[in-house]
Structures are given as C-alpha cells and as structure tokens.
C-alpha cells in the first residue's frame, strides 16, 4: 500500500508541535518567574533592563536576560530593541504577577507543571491499571488547585454562591455546623468562617501536607477558635447533624465520589 502525504499538511503539523514544543517549556519558565518575583517586580509596567531586574530580585542577570529573551519570544513581556528594555503590559500584570486577581492564572501553570511531573509514575499505571493518587503527585498540583479556584472562591463564593441556596445564608449567620469535604488548602473554608463568624467550620481531606497548610493559614487568620482542619477520606471523615457540607472542586477528583456522596448525605442526618 502506496500512502501519498500532502506535504502541506505535514508542515502544518510539525507548525503546530513546535508551538505546543515552545508553550511546554513556558511552563517551567513562567513558574520561576511567578517564584522569583521576577512578573512582580514588571509589575509598574514600566521598561527594564536584565541588570535591573537582576538587582531587583537579587537574582543573576545571566539568568534573567535569557529568560527575559524567551518570555518576549512568548509574548509575555515586551522589549524594545533599541533601549535593550523589557516592559510587563498592563493587561498582563493581573494574569502573571498579581496572584490575588480574578484574571491570575499562575495556578494553571502550577498544575500544567504537575502533569508533566507524572509522566513517569503513569507510565507504569499504563501497565498496571492502577491509578495515581492525589497524594502522589508533585506539590505544583496542590498549590496550583488552590490558586485557581482560589480565584473563583475569593469572586464568588460569599458573594454570590452561599446567598443563591435558599435558607443556607441565614442558617450561617445564625450559627451552623458546617464540614467543607476535599477543602484542601482550607482556601473556602477560611473565607466562609471570615464571612459568617457565628457559625463553626471544619475542613477534611485526605492529604496531610495539605492540612498542615490550611491549618497554618487558619492560625494566621486567627480563626483557631472556629475553624479546624483534620485528616480524613470524603468518604469517611467523622462527625453528624452538619448543617451544611461542601466539596468544592472535587467531587469529580475523587477515587469514589459515589460512596463520598452517600457519607455526605448521611453526615447531614
């Protein structure tokens, strides 16, 4: 069998693989950047040169001229050959270098960067069948979910979600029992304690590194006397007669969300 190629649509192609080549080794790229401060100290939008910015971070400026080199090559920053210059748009400032925008997406990068770290621990679930859980993937996923939905939470969450449930705003004010399940980081269950200070919260998940962050985070929000974060599966943490239980973000995430659905049903009762 004969197999003729239209030779446009192979340069076509390999176009393409070059551009998802050069968006992949972004990734790393833009991570140190949100890392070192180097997107926050563009942040006033204005030109910089590399031994500027190097001074400004306390960085290298080998380091950061070649970064710097690839991040105009992206169009993240823009340079101006002719000053040897390099400017952080303003359009961009609230995307890369403010992680408390609506418009940040360094959480994105964040978990892009966790994928590719399991690359090699899937290539034996391939094999296997097994899977991978969360508490083995790289810790660019945990820090990366919290920044994404952190987002959303910090937009929405007492702003609009809570008061759209009939009954449940007023049950909060009033003083409610309240179990936030997969809470992670404890991003939207510190902001619900902030925001109904009458009622009591407790956090589960899982993952021990990051309960030990949103207990840290908590006891720096001064909410230790409300708020606790325990260990525990979605479908087997402890305690009954909630008034209201959350999982936001994870149900889907979690190795069985049906049987985690049923104990949150019953933790209700």
């Not at 790289?138 to 007492?158: E, N, P």
């Not at 149900?251 to 969300?257: A, V």
């Amino acid at each position: 069998m004969t197999i003729v190629l239209d030779e446009t649509r192979v340069e076509a192609f390999l176009e393409r693989i070059v551009d998802e080549i050069g968006a992949a080794v972004n990734v790393p790229l833009t991570i140190l950047g949100m890392r070192l401060g180097l997107y926050a100290a563009m942040a006033d939008a204005q030109p910089v040169t590399p031994a500027e910015l190097a001074a400004r971070t306390d960085t290298y400026e080998r380091y950061v001229r070649e970064w710097l080199a690839a991040q105009a090559a992206g169009g993240y920053v823009v340079y101006d050959p002719d000053a040897g210059t390099y400017r952080l748009p303003p359009e961009h400032i609230g995307v890369l270098a403010d992680d408390e925008s609506p418009l940040y997406m360094g959480g994105m990068f964040q978990t892009a960067s966790a994928t590719i770290h399991a690359q090699d621990q899937m290539e034996t679930r391939f094999a296997t069948g097994a899977g991978l859980g969360w508490h083995e993937h790289h810790h660019d996923l945990f820090h990366g979910t919290d920044a994404v939905f952190g987002v959303a939470y910090r937009t929405y969450l007492v702003q609009e979600w809570i008061p759209a449930l009939e009954g449940v705003e007023a049950k909060l004010r009033a003083g409610a029992r309240v179990a936030d399940v997969g809470c992670g980081h404890g991003a939207s269950t510190i902001l619900m304690a902030q925001a109904y200070p009458e009622s009591s919260f407790i956090g589960f998940d899982y993952h021990d590194g990051s309960i030990a962050a949103a207990r840290e985070r908590a006891h720096a929000a001064g909410l230790g006397d409300r708020v606790r974060f325990e260990v525990a599966p979605a479908a087997g943490f402890a305690g009954t007669g909630y008034d209201l239980v959350c999982t936001f973000d994870c149900l889907h995430d979690m190795g069985d969300p049906v049987g985690a659905a049923r104990h949150v049903r019953a933790s209700l009762d």
